[in-house]
């Protein structure tokens, strides 16, 4: 086995793999906004970092705690409680966590398909702004006297990754387009949830995120959109196949219409995958 916390090393997928290894979460975070400085730095000094190859695991290392739960059995919570906002934070958490190996795992595990240098130039950014989310929300829970690994939290976010372990187009179809499309949803409301119960520290660590995820959308976009003109398919179609493959159940209105627009996602990408009977609701907010 290798060291679950191998040093930086040189290559960039390297890094990825590194990261991916690494177990506590904390250290996790550390780590990735290590790797993103020296590719950055590389790269303003003109001697940018190769890209090479590295064999990421199957599933990315994580911390003993939380407990991983299937849905259904995680306890829900009144949002309007203190344990309910709590249990968000949690969440969200967990969700930056996720995010955080996601996009190291696009960089090291699709390394045979060329692509342009701005392509890691754009997932590097992203993991840093994943690792400063974890450790924004990380504080906030300490604040209220909890932690990261205090609650149980969902089992299958990482089931996306596998199912798209070997085709690109479907990880960024599915990953940044609809998992990370629908934060944008989303988040409005948690900010207003924390924003009622004057956690002014919560509230300006969800304006981060919130604000910092448009790019990651539409990352995805444009890299998605850049595959389809390589192999001459048509984007709206291709979106529509791939994530009927590979996401196992209809989007869920309302959406974020704005935020998705800005992201590079028009509604006749998300509309027809919704449940027939939300299509003929009369508008979205
Ligand atoms: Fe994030
Ligand atoms: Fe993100």
């Known amino acids: 086995m290798p060291d679950a916390t191998p040093p ?32 950055f730095a590389a790269r303003a000094a003109g001697t940018p970092m190769a890209v090479g190859r590295a ?39 967990h969700i930056e966590l996720n995010a955080v190996d ?10 045979d398909t060329p692509m342009p240098i701005g392509f890691y130039d754009d997932w590097v950014k992203a993991a840093d702004e994943e690792a400063k989310h974890f450790n924004l929300v990380s504080d906030c829970l300490e604040a209220m006297g909890s932690f990261y690994g205090d609650l149980p939290a969902h089992a299958g976010m990482w089931r996306a990754a596998e199912d798209t372990a070997e085709d690109l187009m479907g990880r960024l179809a599915v990953v940044p387009m609809v998992l990370e499309a629908r934060g944008l949803d989303v ?18 660590a ?36 791939l994530v009927r493959r590979y996401f196992h159940a209809p989007l869920k209105p309302p959406f974020n219409a704005e935020k998705r627009a800005e992201a590079g996602i028009p509604p006749d990408f998300y509309w027809p995958l919704t449940e027939p009977e939300a299509q003929i609701a009369p508008s979205e907010p």
Request: charged share 25%; aromatic share 8%.
């Open 187 to 204: 988040t409005p409301g948690m900010i207003e949830v924390f924003r009622k119960a004057k956690d002014d520290g919560a509230v300006a």
């Open 8 to 39: 930086l090393t040189d290559t960039l997928a390297a890094c990825a793999e590194a990261v991916l290894r690494t177990q506590g979460g904390r250290d996790k975070t550390a780590l990735s906004r290590a790797c993103a400085q020296a590719w």
């Open 55 to 93: 064999t990421p695991p199957l599933r990315p290392a994580r911390p003993e705690k939380p407990e991983l739960l299937s849905p259904r059995d995680v306890p829900r919570r009144r949002p309007g409680s203190p344990e309910g906002r709590k249990a968000i934070l949690h969440a969200v958490a």
């Open 102 to 111: 996601l996009h190291w795992d696009i960089i090291a595990r699709f390394t």
């Open 206 to 241: 969800l304006e981060v995120i919130y604000g910092e995820e448009v790019a990651h959308v539409a990352y995805g976009s444009k890299w998605f959109h850049f595959l389809c003109g390589r192999h001459e398919m048509d984007p709206k179609d291709a979106f529509h196949t």
